[in-house]
């Protein structure tokens, strides 16, 4: 470690990815494994989708579309909103690190929950902003104790809905309390990368509240869903001035050409999206009676990924790799007791839950 970097960097543990198919094959062999680690789309990206890549490669010696007009031109009619309210970014990621380096400062504070979507927390210390971190309730996010938290150097609320790691989300109810408790120029980051695979009929208006003026970002991926997580495209809405903001900061070309070919199609592939909701339903209700057959516990979810109890998240984690199955451990998370199960196309379901009954 150089000596070089601040102690705020030194201190910083980089963020653990799911284990590659590619990895295991090297080091134990085994080849076809179930990858159920990374919460990813198991059916793939949409055909229109590759055939509208493979038409934009041979754009590839140019630079791609700075302002991702076409793409941005069609989330703002899907959404109803105007294109000044939509910024593109490789990935929601991108789009998180760009709000914080815009808007925050080693003076102010910032509130997450704890465990949310690790990436909030790596990158407001990559950034030194102190993070305050309220604990979930019943595995949710606890918005009356955020509210509640925020001081006079709070300038941002961090909220996973649906959260990541537990699969939980909190509904309309919660949320417009919080936003009427807190100060009007406190921010709010509404990260809904699983937006699509809620069921739940009063989830947030999020980008109403956008467009009613609050200080609010609502913050989507093509990585889940639309099965693009390979290309890294995501996008944010917000008020167009918050929006002028982040394009101070935000690098040029930051979505590459194939991204914003590969994501506009996928907005005029209904059916796939219909396909790809129907093999998650089908495999939650297949594993939710897999899992309790088994004894299992698990925590009902409103995404693509199941958290399910198990004696020591890591060492079974270890345990299903020779078996073909790679899941992910959640003791950085500190949930050691936990693992987070991906929903996969019937046969990774099977040779996950036919592993893990030959370990249990």
């Not at 294109?83 to 509130?111: C, V």
């Not at 309390?177 to 739940?200: H, Q, S, W």
């Not at 958290?307 to 500190?334: A, C, H, Q, T, W």
């Amino acid at each position: 470690m150089s000596e070089l970097a601040p102690p705020h960097i030194q201190t910083l543990l980089p963020y653990e990815p799911g284990k590659p198919e590619e990895e295991l094959e090297r080091e134990l062999g085994v080849t076809n494994p179930a990858k159920l680690a990374s919460n990813e789309n198991p059916v793939g990206p949409s055909p229109k989708a590759m055939e509208a890549i493979k038409d934009a490669l041979v754009k590839m010696n140019r630079y791609p579309d700075g302002g991702g007009y076409y793409l941005r031109e069609a989330l703002a009619r899907k959404h109803d909103v105007d294109m000044k309210n939509i910024i593109l970014g490789s990935g929601a990621n991108e789009i998180i690190e760009t709000i914080i380096r815009t808007f925050l400062t080693p003076q102010d504070e910032a509130i997450m929950a704890w465990p949310a979507f690790s990436i909030f927390m790596l990158v407001l210390q990559a950034h030194n902003v102190k993070t305050i971190r309220v604990p979930l309730k019943d595995f949710t996010h606890d918005l009356k104790s955020m509210g509640e938290a925020v001081t006079d150097s709070t300038k941002m609320i961090f909220i996973a809905n649906p959260n990541n790691p537990t699969g939980t989300s909190v509904g309309e109810k919660e949320a417009l309390e919080m936003l009427g408790a807190i100060p009007e120029n406190v921010m709010v980051v509404m990260d809904e990368a699983y937006y699509e695979f809620v069921t739940r009929p009063d989830f947030p208006r999020s980008i109403d509240y956008v467009m009613e003026g609050k200080n609010i970002f609502v913050l989507r991926t093509f990585s889940k869903i639309y099965g693009l997580a390979g290309l890294r495209v995501g996008y944010g809405i917000a008020k167009e001035e918050l929006i002028t903001d982040l394009n101070r900061v935000r690098a040029p070309f930051n979505v590459n050409c194939l991204a914003q070919a590969g994501a506009l199609a996928c907005l005029e592939d209904d059916d796939h999206v219909r396909r790809c909701l129907e093999v998650n339903n089908e495999g939650r209700e297949y594993l939710y009676k897999g899992l309790s057959d088994l004894g299992l516990e698990y925590v009902p979810t409103d995404t693509n990924f199941i958290l399910v109890k198990v004696e020591n998240s890591r060492e079974m984690f270890n345990k299903l790799l020779p078996l073909g199955v790679i899941v992910r451990p959640l003791d950085g998370y500190e949930l050691p007791d936990y693992i987070r199960l991906g929903i996969g196309v019937q046969w990774e379901n099977d040779k996950f839950l036919e592993a893990i009954k030959q370990l249990i």
